[in-house]
Protein backbone atom coordinates (compact mmCIF):
# COMPACT_ATOMS: atom_id res chain seq x y z
CA UNK A 1 0.00 0.00 0.00
CA UNK A 2 1.47 3.34 -1.11
CA UNK A 3 1.56 6.34 1.75
CA UNK A 4 0.16 9.35 1.44
CA UNK A 5 2.68 11.56 1.23
CA UNK A 6 4.03 13.66 -1.65
CA UNK A 7 7.42 11.06 -2.85
CA UNK A 8 9.18 14.72 -2.87
CA UNK A 9 8.74 15.20 0.91
CA UNK A 10 10.49 11.58 1.10
CA UNK A 11 12.60 11.13 -1.79
CA UNK A 12 14.52 7.67 -0.48
CA UNK A 13 11.49 6.32 0.83
CA UNK A 14 11.33 4.36 -2.87
CA UNK A 15 8.75 1.36 -3.65
CA UNK A 16 10.30 -1.97 -1.77
CA UNK A 17 12.36 -0.33 1.08
CA UNK A 18 8.84 0.42 3.19
CA UNK A 19 5.42 -0.31 4.33
CA UNK A 20 2.61 1.11 5.63
CA UNK A 21 1.43 -0.05 8.87
CA UNK A 22 -1.08 2.15 10.17
CA UNK A 23 -3.69 4.80 8.87
CA UNK A 24 -3.28 8.29 8.84
CA UNK A 25 -3.65 9.66 12.81
CA UNK A 26 -2.90 12.89 15.25
CA UNK A 27 -3.08 10.58 18.38
CA UNK A 28 0.62 10.27 18.86
CA UNK A 29 3.96 11.65 16.75
CA UNK A 30 6.92 10.21 15.55
CA UNK A 31 8.69 10.84 19.85
CA UNK A 32 5.86 9.11 20.95
CA UNK A 33 5.87 6.60 18.50
CA UNK A 34 9.38 5.84 19.72
CA UNK A 35 8.56 5.75 23.20
CA UNK A 36 5.99 3.34 22.36
CA UNK A 37 3.38 5.65 23.54
CA UNK A 38 0.28 5.69 20.77
CA UNK A 39 -1.83 7.88 23.28
CA UNK A 40 -0.23 11.35 23.81
CA UNK A 41 1.38 13.30 21.41
CA UNK A 42 4.70 14.29 22.93
CA UNK A 43 6.15 17.99 22.54
CA UNK A 44 7.63 20.43 24.68
CA UNK A 45 4.67 22.67 24.68
CA UNK A 46 1.41 23.62 26.61
CA UNK A 47 -1.96 22.94 25.02
CA UNK A 48 -4.10 20.24 24.10
CA UNK A 49 -4.65 17.74 21.31
CA UNK A 50 -8.50 17.14 20.72
CA UNK A 51 -9.43 17.01 24.07
CA UNK A 52 -6.17 15.28 25.43
CA UNK A 53 -3.17 17.34 27.14
CA UNK A 54 0.22 17.46 24.76
CA UNK A 55 2.40 15.08 26.87
CA UNK A 56 6.23 16.18 27.84
CA UNK A 57 7.83 14.31 30.69
CA UNK A 58 7.96 16.26 33.92
CA UNK A 59 11.25 17.54 34.88
CA UNK A 60 12.48 17.29 31.12
CA UNK A 61 13.50 20.93 29.49
CA UNK A 62 10.50 22.32 27.33
CA UNK A 63 12.80 23.46 24.33
CA UNK A 64 13.23 21.46 20.95
CA UNK A 65 16.94 20.51 21.65
CA UNK A 66 18.15 16.96 20.68
CA UNK A 67 19.44 16.74 24.13
CA UNK A 68 15.84 18.04 25.60
CA UNK A 69 14.45 14.72 23.36
CA UNK A 70 17.25 12.58 24.26
CA UNK A 71 16.31 13.16 27.82
CA UNK A 72 12.58 12.65 26.84
CA UNK A 73 13.35 9.20 25.67
CA UNK A 74 15.31 8.51 28.88
CA UNK A 75 12.61 8.87 30.77
CA UNK A 76 11.48 5.34 29.66
CA UNK A 77 14.56 4.01 29.65
CA UNK A 78 16.23 5.09 26.89
CA UNK A 79 20.30 5.91 27.04
CA UNK A 80 23.29 6.92 24.69
CA UNK A 81 24.00 4.32 22.02
CA UNK A 82 27.56 4.68 19.64
CA UNK A 83 25.28 3.54 16.79
CA UNK A 84 22.05 1.92 15.04
CA UNK A 85 23.23 -1.75 14.83
CA UNK A 86 21.44 -4.50 15.66
CA UNK A 87 22.33 -5.25 18.92
CA UNK A 88 20.59 -8.73 20.03
CA UNK A 89 18.22 -7.65 23.51
CA UNK A 90 18.20 -3.74 22.71
CA UNK A 91 15.66 -1.43 21.38
CA UNK A 92 17.52 1.33 19.43
CA UNK A 93 15.91 4.39 18.48
CA UNK A 94 17.38 7.10 15.86
CA UNK A 95 17.01 11.33 16.70
CA UNK A 96 16.98 13.36 13.49
CA UNK A 97 17.76 16.99 13.57
CA UNK A 98 18.20 20.08 11.46
CA UNK A 99 20.20 22.90 11.71
CA UNK A 100 17.91 25.75 12.27
CA UNK A 101 21.21 28.26 12.55
CA UNK A 102 25.01 27.84 11.95
CA UNK A 103 25.65 24.98 14.96
CA UNK A 104 22.20 24.84 16.38
CA UNK A 105 19.64 21.79 15.66
CA UNK A 106 16.75 21.82 16.16
CA UNK A 107 15.16 17.41 16.63
CA UNK A 108 12.84 16.71 14.30
CA UNK A 109 11.99 12.97 13.99
CA UNK A 110 12.96 9.49 16.16
CA UNK A 111 12.70 6.43 14.57
CA UNK A 112 12.49 2.84 16.53
CA UNK A 113 14.78 -0.22 15.69
CA UNK A 114 12.56 -3.20 15.63
CA UNK A 115 13.70 -6.62 16.54
CA UNK A 116 14.76 -7.62 13.04
CA UNK A 117 17.04 -4.54 12.35
CA UNK A 118 14.03 -2.89 10.10
CA UNK A 119 13.03 0.43 11.62
CA UNK A 120 9.41 1.94 11.97
CA UNK A 121 8.52 5.88 11.94
CA UNK A 122 5.20 7.88 12.28
CA UNK A 123 5.44 10.44 9.78
CA UNK A 124 3.78 13.35 11.70
CA UNK A 125 0.16 13.40 11.20
CA UNK A 126 0.53 10.85 8.28
CA UNK A 127 1.15 6.74 8.97
CA UNK A 128 3.38 4.67 10.50
CA UNK A 129 5.86 2.76 8.44
CA UNK A 130 8.54 0.62 8.44
CA UNK A 131 11.49 0.80 6.45
CA UNK A 132 14.56 -0.77 5.81
CA UNK A 133 17.47 1.25 7.00
CA UNK A 134 17.10 4.30 9.25
CA UNK A 135 17.95 6.97 6.57
CA UNK A 136 15.25 6.03 4.40
CA UNK A 137 13.66 8.73 5.99
CA UNK A 138 16.32 11.19 5.76
CA UNK A 139 14.62 14.45 3.93
CA UNK A 140 14.39 18.17 4.11
CA UNK A 141 12.07 18.35 7.07
CA UNK A 142 13.47 15.48 8.88
CA UNK A 143 17.50 16.73 8.16
CA UNK A 144 19.39 14.07 9.25
CA UNK A 145 20.16 11.15 11.99
CA UNK A 146 22.26 12.65 14.79
CA UNK A 147 22.08 10.96 17.82
CA UNK A 148 21.31 7.37 19.11
CA UNK A 149 19.67 6.00 21.83
CA UNK A 150 18.88 2.26 23.18
CA UNK A 151 17.41 0.56 25.70
CA UNK A 152 16.66 -2.89 26.84
CA UNK A 153 14.38 -4.77 24.68
CA UNK A 154 11.05 -5.81 27.03
CA UNK A 155 8.18 -6.68 24.72
CA UNK A 156 8.05 -10.06 22.24
CA UNK A 157 10.17 -10.44 19.50
CA UNK A 158 7.95 -10.20 16.99
CA UNK A 159 6.75 -6.16 17.09
CA UNK B 1 -19.46 30.45 -21.25
CA UNK B 2 -23.53 29.59 -20.99
CA UNK B 3 -24.64 29.86 -16.85
CA UNK B 4 -24.84 26.19 -15.74
CA UNK B 5 -27.23 25.75 -12.73
CA UNK B 6 -26.21 27.48 -9.51
CA UNK B 7 -25.20 24.61 -7.45
CA UNK B 8 -22.53 24.86 -5.05
CA UNK B 9 -20.15 22.51 -5.69
CA UNK B 10 -17.76 21.56 -2.42
CA UNK B 11 -15.67 20.14 -5.28
CA UNK B 12 -12.02 19.41 -3.96
CA UNK B 13 -8.96 21.34 -6.16
CA UNK B 14 -8.31 17.79 -7.41
CA UNK B 15 -11.12 17.09 -9.36
CA UNK B 16 -11.40 20.78 -10.79
CA UNK B 17 -10.04 20.88 -14.56
CA UNK B 18 -10.94 23.68 -17.11
CA UNK B 19 -11.34 26.79 -15.02
CA UNK B 20 -12.86 29.67 -16.12
CA UNK B 21 -13.07 32.38 -14.50
CA UNK B 22 -16.55 34.79 -15.35
CA UNK B 23 -17.88 38.00 -13.59
CA UNK B 24 -21.58 36.86 -12.80
CA UNK B 25 -23.99 39.90 -13.53
CA UNK B 26 -23.13 42.92 -10.46
CA UNK B 27 -22.17 40.58 -8.05
CA UNK B 28 -18.75 41.44 -6.38
CA UNK B 29 -16.97 38.49 -6.43
CA UNK B 30 -16.12 36.19 -9.18
CA UNK B 31 -17.77 32.72 -10.01
CA UNK B 32 -15.79 30.22 -11.63
CA UNK B 33 -17.03 27.64 -13.14
CA UNK B 34 -15.20 24.31 -13.72
CA UNK B 35 -15.58 20.62 -15.26
CA UNK B 36 -15.96 18.68 -12.41
CA UNK B 37 -14.72 15.18 -12.43
CA UNK B 38 -16.66 14.81 -8.97
CA UNK B 39 -20.17 15.46 -10.56
CA UNK B 40 -18.90 14.36 -14.50
CA UNK B 41 -20.29 17.30 -15.91
CA UNK B 42 -20.16 21.62 -15.02
CA UNK B 43 -20.62 22.69 -11.54
CA UNK B 44 -20.10 26.48 -10.27
CA UNK B 45 -17.73 26.27 -7.61
CA UNK B 46 -17.20 29.42 -5.13
CA UNK B 47 -14.29 31.62 -5.65
CA UNK B 48 -14.21 31.69 -1.76
CA UNK B 49 -14.06 27.25 -1.78
CA UNK B 50 -11.02 27.79 -4.46
CA UNK B 51 -8.77 30.59 -2.63
CA UNK B 52 -9.18 27.91 0.77
CA UNK B 53 -8.33 25.18 -0.54
CA UNK B 54 -5.36 26.39 -2.35
CA UNK B 55 -4.10 27.68 1.28
CA UNK B 56 -5.27 24.44 2.92
CA UNK B 57 -3.01 22.23 0.44
CA UNK B 58 -0.48 24.57 0.97
CA UNK B 59 -0.53 24.27 4.39
CA UNK B 60 -0.79 20.27 4.45
CA UNK B 61 2.22 19.83 2.27
CA UNK B 62 4.02 22.30 4.06
CA UNK B 63 2.99 20.40 7.60
CA UNK B 64 2.06 16.85 6.79
CA UNK B 65 5.46 15.07 7.91
CA UNK B 66 5.71 17.51 11.12
CA UNK B 67 5.61 16.02 14.63
CA UNK B 68 5.65 19.56 15.83
CA UNK B 69 2.69 21.10 16.11
CA UNK B 70 4.31 24.56 16.66
CA UNK B 71 5.36 24.21 13.35
CA UNK B 72 2.05 23.47 12.01
CA UNK B 73 0.24 26.38 13.81
CA UNK B 74 3.39 28.87 12.70
CA UNK B 75 2.45 28.41 9.09
CA UNK B 76 2.09 31.34 7.12
CA UNK B 77 -1.00 29.10 5.17
CA UNK B 78 -2.89 28.48 8.41
CA UNK B 79 -2.60 31.21 9.58
CA UNK B 80 -3.93 32.94 6.31
CA UNK B 81 -7.10 30.41 6.84
CA UNK B 82 -7.40 31.10 10.23
CA UNK B 83 -7.39 35.34 9.80
CA UNK B 84 -9.99 35.24 7.27
CA UNK B 85 -13.64 36.60 7.67
CA UNK B 86 -14.75 33.84 10.70
CA UNK B 87 -18.82 33.99 9.03
CA UNK B 88 -16.70 33.18 5.80
CA UNK B 89 -13.77 30.30 6.92
CA UNK B 90 -16.18 28.46 9.67
CA UNK B 91 -18.32 26.74 6.95
CA UNK B 92 -15.19 25.96 4.89
CA UNK B 93 -13.50 24.44 7.45
CA UNK B 94 -16.89 22.33 7.98
CA UNK B 95 -17.03 21.50 4.30
CA UNK B 96 -13.28 20.44 4.78
CA UNK B 97 -14.02 18.22 7.85
CA UNK B 98 -16.20 16.99 5.89
CA UNK B 99 -14.50 15.59 2.98
CA UNK B 100 -11.17 14.48 5.57
CA UNK B 101 -13.78 11.98 6.75
CA UNK B 102 -11.85 10.05 9.46
CA UNK B 103 -8.50 11.34 8.75
CA UNK B 104 -9.29 15.02 9.84
CA UNK B 105 -6.15 17.17 10.19
CA UNK B 106 -5.63 20.10 12.70
CA UNK B 107 -8.87 22.30 12.48
CA UNK B 108 -10.29 21.42 16.15
CA UNK B 109 -8.50 24.61 17.24
CA UNK B 110 -8.99 26.90 14.46
CA UNK B 111 -12.78 26.45 14.71
CA UNK B 112 -13.04 26.69 18.49
CA UNK B 113 -11.12 30.08 18.12
CA UNK B 114 -13.10 31.39 15.32
CA UNK B 115 -16.61 30.34 17.00
CA UNK B 116 -15.75 32.19 20.02
CA UNK B 117 -14.95 29.31 22.19
CA UNK B 118 -17.58 27.05 21.48
CA UNK B 119 -16.08 23.64 21.48
CA UNK B 120 -17.19 19.76 21.56
CA UNK B 121 -18.42 18.18 25.36
CA UNK B 122 -15.36 17.13 27.24
CA UNK B 123 -16.94 13.41 27.25
CA UNK B 124 -15.79 13.27 23.70
CA UNK B 125 -12.20 13.15 24.95
CA UNK B 126 -9.41 12.56 22.69
CA UNK B 127 -11.35 10.49 19.95
CA UNK B 128 -10.78 12.32 16.47
CA UNK B 129 -13.70 11.24 14.93
CA UNK B 130 -16.37 11.99 16.93
CA UNK B 131 -15.03 15.45 17.58
CA UNK B 132 -15.02 15.40 14.01
CA UNK B 133 -18.62 14.52 13.99
CA UNK B 134 -19.25 17.02 16.44
CA UNK B 135 -18.34 19.79 14.42
CA UNK B 136 -19.56 18.73 11.67
CA UNK B 137 -23.23 18.49 12.89
CA UNK B 138 -23.14 21.32 14.75
CA UNK B 139 -21.92 23.32 11.09
CA UNK B 140 -25.15 21.67 9.53
CA UNK B 141 -26.97 22.93 12.33
CA UNK B 142 -25.81 26.61 11.94
CA UNK B 143 -24.81 26.24 8.25
CA UNK B 144 -26.95 24.03 6.51
CA UNK B 145 -27.31 24.15 2.74
CA UNK B 146 -23.88 26.43 2.81
CA UNK B 147 -22.04 23.94 3.80
CA UNK B 148 -23.07 22.57 -0.07
CA UNK B 149 -25.01 18.99 -0.77
CA UNK B 150 -24.79 15.92 1.45
Given at each position: ????????????????????????????NCIAWAA??????WEP???????????????VP?NYSVAAYAAALATV?YVESGNG??????EKVALFAVET????FEATHAARQ?????WTSK???????????VT?VCC?AYGTVVRFLKR???????? | ??????????????????????????????????????????????????????????????????SS??????????????????????????????????????????????????????????????????????????????????
Open positions: MAGSWDPNDLPRLTAGVYAVTSCETTQYTDILNWVDGTMFGRPIFWPPGRGLLEPGWSPGVLSGGTLGYLEDIIHMNDPVRTRPMCD | MEQQSTQIARVPLTHISNVAIVQSGSEAETIVYANSAWYGEQAVVEKDWIEFSALVSAWKRETRLSLRNVFASAYYKSITTMDPDKVVPLIIRQLILEGSSPYHWFSALVALTNGNSPPPALGGNVRDISRWWIEWGRARYGRQLGPE
